[in-house]
């Protein structure tokens, strides 16, 4: 990227051992003489890095598809201002392939078969000088050769422009283009360019007999930009809108096949809405009733449970009473019968001394 716009921009380093797809937008406000760009680069962090990879794609769906619904929303808006809006829909997705110069991997068919309905797709080799020009051509038929039996549409270059026609029939004669990065200038010549330097030569970026990024960087921000931005609104971003206003309910016939206007539709969505508010209400305070009910008598069955429980207590604590009463009573009568024992045993005794003193008397005397 820095590459195709001449620009530093700024590159985190991202491991490769993150546990799900990241996705990091980056925007950048360029400027080359009275031209200028606000440019959004979305990188896919972690991308195919995860062991399982069957559900890699949905955070670039996902992604996708929340800018069209921040399009959408601005535009359904009373007070909309389009004009000045920032634009964060996706208008072209560079779609890097490794070059192993034998066959798309799985993972690359799915992701794309799933983006091409979301957004312009145009399929990029990347470090096209690690494998050999006969090679790479062999792998660039095989690539689009797979491309088409599995039905994936990538973005092809318009020909209905009389101007542009030719050129972009040649160019996507040459998809998917293999392209070579590097921001280091290398002395080729008399004469500074960007290449990549070899123990065995000079790649050179710009070098068309190299590689294609000269091709790539014409035909994507000097010939077809504005295309793309039109495709992505008149195709992928229209797709996107039909289905979400059928998903609410929105047509542009009724079932007799004649036109409804979005009033009638409005009305109508709005009573079905009332009618079915109406039944949940009334679904909720059936509900209610019986939760009531249920709680009623669940409380019920607690009372006479604890009625049940207290008359147990109640009773228990009666016969406790009782056999304590009966125990006091008779406590008190041994209390008695001692009583009585004990004053008997005292009169005895007082009668014996009594008894004694008179004998003792009589042998005096």
Not at 52 to 72: G, M
Not at 135 to 159: A, C, D, R, T, W
Not at 204 to 231: A, G, P, T
Not at 322 to 338: H, I, N
Request: with cysteine.
């Amino acid at each position: 990227m820095d590459t195709l716009f001449n620009t530093n921009f700024e590159n985190f380093e991202s491991s490769h051992f993150e546990p799900q797809v990241k996705l990091r937008a980056q925007t950048y406000d360029l400027q080359e003489s009275n031209v200028r760009l606000c440019l959004t680069v979305v990188n896919t962090v972690g991308f195919g890095d995860q062991m399982n990879k069957q559900e890699s794609y949905q955070p670039v769906v996902d992604y996708i598809d929340r800018q069209f619904e921040s399009y959408l929303q601005e535009e359904l808006k009373i007070r909309r201002s389009l004009h000045n809006y920032h634009d964060s829909r996706v208008h072209v997705c560079l779609y890097f392939i490794s070059p192993s110069g034998h066959s798309l991997k799985s993972l690359d068919l799915v992701t794309m078969k799933k983006l091409d309905s979301k957004v312009n797709i145009i399929p990029v080799i990347a470090k096209a000088d690690t494998i050999s020009k006969s090679e790479l051509h062999k792998f660039k038929i095989k690539i689009m050769s797979e491309l088409v039996s599995n039905g994936v549409q990538i973005y092809q270059f318009p020909l209905d422009d009389e101007t542009v026609a030719k050129v972009n029939t040649t160019m996507n004669g040459h998809l998917p283009f293999a392209v070579v990065g590097s921001t280091e200038e290398v002395c080729v010549g008399n004469k500074m360019v960007k290449a990549r330097q070899y123990p065995w030569g000079v790649v050179q970026v710009e070098n068309e007999s190299h590689c294609d990024f000269v091709k790539l960087r014409e035909m994507l921000i000097c010939v077809n930009m504005e295309d793309l931005r039109e495709q992505t609104h008149t195709r992928h971003y229209e797709l996107y809108r039909r289905c979400k206003l059928e998903e609410m309910g929105f047509k542009d016939t009724g079932p007799e096949c004649k036109p409804v206007s979005l009033q009638q539709t409005y009305e109508t969505k709005r009573q079905e809405f009332l009618v079915e508010l109406q039944k949940r209400e009334e679904e909720m305070r059936q509900m209610f009733v019986q939760r009531v009910k249920e709680k009623e008598a669940e409380l019920k069955d607690a009372e006479r449970e604890l009625q049940s429980r207290f008359e147990q207590l109640k009773r228990l604590h009666a016969e406790e009473k009782a056999a304590l009463e009966e125990k006091r009573r008779l406590l008190e009568e041994d209390q008695s019968s001692f009583s009585k024992r004990r004053a008997a045993a005292q009169l005895l005794q007082a009668q014996s001394l009594t008894a004694n003193g008179k004998k003792d008397k009589d042998r005096k005397k």
